[in-house]
């Protein structure tokens, strides 16, 4: 079954979730031909094991605290983001993110076709 994605011009809500954040599941918000946007929820301890995409990808933090794992030139980096912080990763970069604290991201994804 397909996920419902917001229309094109169709206003979409990213503020925080606060209360609600625990029984919000991730969701995409829209996917079009070369770009794809998600909202990524992360419970403080859960984390989404090391992946690559091959599109540019930004992760914006926008409520709670998330840790970021890089791999680059066989080291891995770890970095932090916080509410309103935002990191921009190249496309095919190795990469994980876990929740620190109770946590929602945007992520988006430019796809390479």
């Known amino acids: 079954m397909a996920l419902p994605h917001a229309a094109p011009a169709q206003p979409i809500d990213v503020a925080p979730l606060g209360a609600a954040l625990s029984a919000t599941p991730s969701s995409a918000l829209f996917k079009s031909q070369g770009l794809e946007v998600m909202r990524l929820v992360l419970p403080a301890g859960k984390a989404l094991p090391p992946h690559k995409v091959e599109g540019e990808i930004t992760?914006?933090?926008?409520e709670g605290e998330i840790e970021l794992?890089?791999?680059r030139d066989g080291?891995?980096?770890r970095q932090r983001l916080g509410a309103g912080q935002l990191c921009y990763l190249d496309?095919?970069?190795m990469h994980g993110v876990a929740g620190v604290v109770d946590a929602s991201a945007l992520v988006t994804i430019v796809l390479k076709r």
Request: glycine share 16%.
């Open 69 to 71: 794992s890089v791999q």
């Open 75 to 77: 080291a891995e980096q």
């Open 59 to 62: 992760i914006q933090c926008l």
């Open 91 to 93: 496309g095919g970069v």
